[in-house]
């Protein structure tokens, strides 16, 4: 009988299936690195664009900080401006109010009486002054409650006085001035924007 020694070939066999399992193996380990390189490079490029979305947003954030900074500062700006023109304005009022004051006093004045003291206080002006006659003092007094910058004319006095042989009524005036500009500007203050 013959023998057939069958060891060699299961010996074979045997490193041909190890073998096998071991490229298969290798295969799975290599495919497994590559899943986990494809990954962690995702994740690196994700982090990446993460990074520059983060840099660009803190850049945008200095920016409008700056055009924040400006804004604050024009704004300053403003109210410092509307402060200075409101002092003008009243300075502009106090300059022509008494001087508008003293022309509508002057232009209500006929010719024959002159005016010898102005006294202003507050809202309140008294006024003395001599006439020829009390016409001519009811005729002021009609003038000045005619004009818009005078209200509530008043005679306090009115006496006969002999100035140098001259027969001359001397009177006393009290009445109120009106501030239509002042109070048109509070107004509008008031209403404000």
Do not use: C, H
Request: aromatic fraction near 8%; hydrophobic fraction near 45%; charge should be positive.
């Amino acid at each position: 009988m013959i023998k057939i020694n069958l060891l060699p070939m299961r010996a074979a066999k045997r490193k041909e299936t190890a073998r096998q399992q071991v490229i298969i193996m290798a295969g799975v380990l290599i495919v497994f690195v590559l899943i986990f390189l494809s990954f962690y490079s995702y994740l690196l490029m994700k982090i990446s664009s993460t990074k520059d979305e983060i840099a660009r947003s803190e850049q945008e954030i200095a920016e409008l900080k700056v055009k924040i900074g400006k804004i604050n500062e024009l704004e300053k700006l403003k109210s410092e401006v509307s402060k200075k023109l409101d002092v003008l304005n009243q300075l502009r009022k106090g300059r022509t109010g008494p001087a508008q004051r003293l022309l509508t006093l002057s232009q209500s004045t006929p010719d024959k009486l002159w005016l010898t003291d102005y006294d202003e206080k507050d809202t309140s002006v008294t006024v003395k002054g001599m006439a020829f006659s009390e016409e001519y003092i009811a005729t002021f007094m009609k003038s000045l409650e005619a004009s818009a910058e005078f209200a509530n004319v008043e005679l306090v006095v009115s006496e006969q006085v002999d100035l140098s042989g001259l027969k001359l009524k001397k009177f006393e005036l009290k009445f109120n001035f009106e501030m239509p500009n002042i109070a048109v500007a509070d107004a509008a203050k008031k209403a404000g924007p």
